[in-house]
């Protein structure tokens, strides 16, 4: 890249700093320092700021940079992300949203842990949350990673590690310093910048074929070296059952695992009713929607205009696919208008990076916080000394996350967030729908459901195709993989369900059935609700 798309993007990333910076002060100085201030910032937010919030926690550089780098690498298989993403919302419209709003305060864990024994419960469910959230962390940072490489020419490793290590910095100190109050307003800022940014290149694509879709179709068939088996199902997925056996799992982890990520559940508690969280995730339908639509058009368009080898020859995994589409369609490198839309659009995938980090690593530090430190201390425990626990975890999240992120730094991004969503559906959508709607559920059941489906999720991860035996796995010199599929979802989730059952079955407490009505009365009804 020339020094002036690197100027200008630099201008526009170090901006966007310092307005989120400039929040999380301004924040920190009003705070007051309680947990519910710190976890849902004292649940003042308006449906529409928190439908806002949502859709950019949600949309994430998975979404932005890794779903239209795999559409432009695999055509029709590309899209399967695009419609999980977004057909997981309906189940949490439907079976979540309301329900969590009433029996939680903060965590997953308080909605299971309003009917069982605390202690056990909340070890499980926030060992589990932890999980999840450093495995989506490291997707964010290799995003980052990929994003300043091509801006910085593409090939220093340097500038990368550097920048996963800048981005871990960065997303502690907005939570510790502004909880989820800076963290909101952040992610409602680069909703805006976000789809703006992609609306800004669906229509210049689409004026590129004269809003021909068609001929933006063949185009990328033609464009990709695969012709009409680019749009059609299989490029990716329908080599051999493998694949296809791949394909289920990952569709099915997509759907059910919106349900169970930490991040997104500790949303609902922003807001002051259920009737608010159910009309937050309705505004935020509406902004994903769009934007996963908006995704299948620029995935195809980086096919089109680029060709499909231009995409993989500068990354691999085809992360940098829209900042060149953006580079392209603005006049060609050089250019006047090719530098202003490659800077535009990479400071608004770094913005989106950087919000998505700060909402997770919220969510994980007070899942360590709230679920793990005061149960181990629960006589002791005090609200400020909670919130202090917290902020010291997202230190140490960060350090997690930076160190994974530099290993994992050559895998697709869409992909790693298909693993979180894997452990996320396999280990807290069980426990979560169990407790909500299962009269007999017991302690021994809920840790059982948590445990029976996160240790064999990251097990089957370990031993699959990701880790070792590949050119493109983690180790690539090294073959233990015993497990045939990249993701774990088809095997673990059912395991985890299967778990929680077996552990009710053979549990010799007695279910208590008055909690479970008082659970059920303030689920539905609202009533006793914090």
């Not at 965590?107 to 926030?126: K, N, Q």
């Not at 074929?209 to 033609?222: K, R």
């Not at 969280?277 to 908006?294: D, E, K, N």
Request: hydrophobic share 55%.
């Amino acid at each position: 890249m020339s020094g002036d798309h690197q100027t200008l993007a630099l201008l526009l990333f170090s901006a966007f700093i310092a307005v989120t910076l400039g929040i999380t002060t301004w924040v920190s100085r009003n705070r007051h320092g309680s947990a519910e201030e710190f976890y849902a910032g004292g649940r003042l937010f308006s449906p529409l700021e928190n439908g806002f919030a949502i859709a950019g926690d949600y949309m994430s550089a998975a979404s932005f940079l890794g779903i239209s780098g795999l559409i432009a690498l695999y055509g029709y298989d590309g899209m399967l992300y695009s419609v999980g993403f977004l057909v997981a919302w309906l189940v949490v419209l439907l079976l979540v949203a309301e329900l969590v709003r009433n029996c939680g305060r903060f965590t997953l864990a308080d909605v299971v842990a309003s009917r069982m024994s605390e202690r056990p419960v909340r070890i499980a469910t926030g060992t589990s949350s932890v999980t999840v959230s450093v495995l989506y962390l490291v997707a964010q940072m290799v995003g980052a990673g990929s994003l300043v490489a091509l801006l910085l020419g593409g090939t220093s490793e340097a500038a990368r590690s550097w920048t996963v290590i800048g981005v871990g910095a960065l997303m502690v100190i907005y939570v510790s310093l502004g909880g989820m109050r800076a963290t909101t307003w952040i992610q409602i800022v680069k909703a805006v910048l976000l789809m703006a940014g992609a609306i800004a290149m669906t229509v210049l694509v689409l004026a590129r074929f004269h809003g021909d879709v068609n001929q933006l179709l063949y185009s990328a068939a033609e464009r990709s070296g695969h012709g009409k088996d680019f749009l059609s199902p299989g490029l990716k997925y329908g080599g051999d059952w493998t694949a296809r056996f791949d394909f289920m799992s990952l569709g099915l982890a997509l759907v059910l695992g919106t349900a169970g990520l930490p991040h997104i559940l500790s949303r609902f508690y922003t807001v002051p009713t259920a009737r608010a969280a159910r009309r937050s995730v309705v505004w935020s339908i509406g902004l994903i929607g769009s934007f996963y639509l908006m995704t299948i058009v620029l995935g195809f368009g980086a096919a089109a205009v680029l060709g499909s080898d231009e995409v993989r020859k500068s990354n691999a995994a085809g992360n940098t696919a829209v900042p060149l589409l953006a580079l392209d369609l603005g006049g060609g490198a050089g250019s006047t208008g090719g530098t202003v839309l490659f800077a535009v659009v990479a400071a608004v995938a770094f913005a989106t990076i950087l919000a998505v980090v700060a909402g997770i690593t919220l969510a994980s530090s007070a899942s360590v916080a709230h679920d793990l430190y005061a149960s181990l201390k629960r006589r002791h425990a005090k609200q400020h000394s909670e919130v202090a626990v917290a902020r010291v975890a997202a230190a140490g999240i960060g350090v997690a996350a930076i160190a994974l992120g530099l290993l994992a730094r050559d895998l697709n991004v869409a992909f790693l967030v298909g693993l979180a969503f894997a452990v996320a559906a396999s280990a807290n959508l069980p426990v979560l729908l169990y407790s909500l709607f299962w009269r007999n559920f017991t302690t021994r059941g809920a840790v059982w459901a948590v445990y029976g489906g996160l240790i064999p999720a990251m097990l089957l991860v370990v031993l699959s195709p990701v880790v070792s035996g590949s050119p493109e796995a983690l180790f690539p010199g090294v073959d233990f993989r015993v497990f045939p599929l990249q993701n774990p979802g088809l095997v673990s989730i059912p395991l985890g369900f299967l778990a929680g059952w077996i552990g009710t079955a053979t549990s010799t407490e007695p279910p208590d059935e008055a909690k479970h009505a008082e659970t059920e009365v303030r689920a539905l009804t609202g009533a006793g609700a914090v």
